[in-house]
């Protein structure tokens, strides 16, 4: 009922940047928390930055002051903005959206595929 479908992972060096997209779709009522996980090799996946509706920020340590996720309401599409990339940023990266697809609903975590993000020193 409800897809996200991410973009814009690939291989870079250290020190450049990556733009991620995730766009939803389907039988959105409305989106209420959207943001980025990410997982690498033999680890658990972890928080990297989540966006409320109103545009409140909150990110992991790690990632401070070098990340940026921002949103796009309209287009119910969340973004994460990855600057000074570091090797130990390799991972796969997951979106998410906690959507209602009713009125009559409680919310739910929607994932996307992953997207592969490599980081070369």
């Known amino acids: 009922q409800v897809q996200l479908v991410e973009s814009g992972g690939g291989l870079v060096q250290a020190g450049w940047s990556l733009r991620l997209s995730c766009a939803a779709s389907?039988?959105?009522?409305?989106?209420?928390?959207m943001g980025w996980y990410r997982q690498a090799p033999g680890k658990q996946r972890e928080l990297v930055g989540v966006?409320?509706?109103?545009?409140?920020?909150d990110y992991a340590d790690s990632v401070k002051g070098r990340f940026t996720v921002s949103r796009d309401n309209a287009k119910n599409t969340v973004y994460l903005q990855m600057n000074s990339l570091k090797p130990e940023d390799t991972a796969v990266y997951y979106c998410?959206?906690?959507?209602?697809?009713?009125?009559?609903?409680?919310?739910?975590?929607?994932w996307g595929q992953g997207t592969q993000v490599t980081v070369s020193s």
């Open positions: 998410y959206a906690d959507v209602r697809i009713s009125s009559d609903y409680a919310s739910y975590d929607y």
């Open positions: 389907g039988s959105i009522f409305s989106i209420n928390g």
């Open positions: 966006i409320t509706t109103g545009g409140r920020e």
